[in-house]
């Protein structure tokens, strides 16, 4: 599976873009970028996904770089409710294990007041 | 979206007892089902794989005579923590999945805690 480094903390302050970056340098052409999030206590929450384009939907922007080597997630105006961990997962290719999602250890992102 | 629910939320058991969790794909047909676990401060980690009607598949270094998981149904999942001990106390999370190509939502979790 690819791995994926993400920073282990990052701060925003409230109203402000929060850009959380991902490394994935050892990513194969047919593996997606996912993003999750977990809020404190709770399970983990869908974000978005992308393949080689840049997505957006109503939660966060995803930019992924021509090479695929790397990506960021955008929340464009962080609330306090934003804070929770933030992983990237590169998921493999349906025909290989089955696609299961591997959690490292995220980014943990504090939005401040 | 797709839901997914888990019961219970929470469950204290005595040491040696058996804990049923229970995991239901509420909107959609999950063809497969996923079990992690969570620690304190750590990440989640993959137990367990199951395709409804097949056996499941654990990691390496997961007892499956310990966690014992039937996929019955395309909407149920069930994982069974047999002779809990204090060390099995933990956040249990399922997730499912329409196919292999869809994405991958999770339930709200259970905390097990063994006295």
């Known amino acids: 599976d690819a791995k994926t480094t993400q920073p282990t903390s990052m701060d925003c302050a409230e109203g402000r873009a929060a850009n959380l970056p991902c490394n994935h340098s050892t990513i194969s052409g047919n593996e997606y970028v996912y993003w999750y999030r977990q809020i404190h206590s709770q399970g983990p929450q869908y974000i978005i996904h992308g393949l080689k384009n840049n997505e957006t939907n109503e939660m966060a922007s995803l930019i992924i770089t021509e090479d695929r080597k790397s990506s960021t997630l955008i929340l464009p105006h962080a609330t306090l409710r934003d804070t929770a961990v933030y992983y990237c997962i590169v998921r493999p290719a349906r025909f290989i294990r089955g696609g299961k999602l591997i959690f490292g250890q995220g980014t943990e992102l504090s939005v401040k007041p | 979206g797709a839901v997914v629910s888990q019961h219970p939320s929470r469950v204290i058991c005595k040491s040696g007892t058996s804990v049923k969790i229970e995991c239901r794909s509420l909107?959609?047909?999950?063809?497969?089902m996923f079990w992690y676990r969570q620690f304190p401060k750590k990440s989640l980690m993959l137990m367990a794989t199951s395709n409804e009607g097949s056996k499941a598949t654990y990691e390496q270094g997961v007892e499956k005579d310990k966690f014992l998981i039937n996929h019955a149904s395309l909407t149920l999942s069930t994982l069974t923590v047999t002779s809990a001990h204090p060390e099995d106390s933990s956040f249990y999370i399922c997730?499912?999945?329409?196919?292999?190509?869809?994405?991958?939502?999770f339930g709200p979790g259970t905390r097990l805690l063994v006295l």
């Open positions: 909107d959609f047909q999950a063809t497969t």
């Open positions: 997730s499912a999945r329409r196919s292999s190509q869809e994405t991958q939502y």
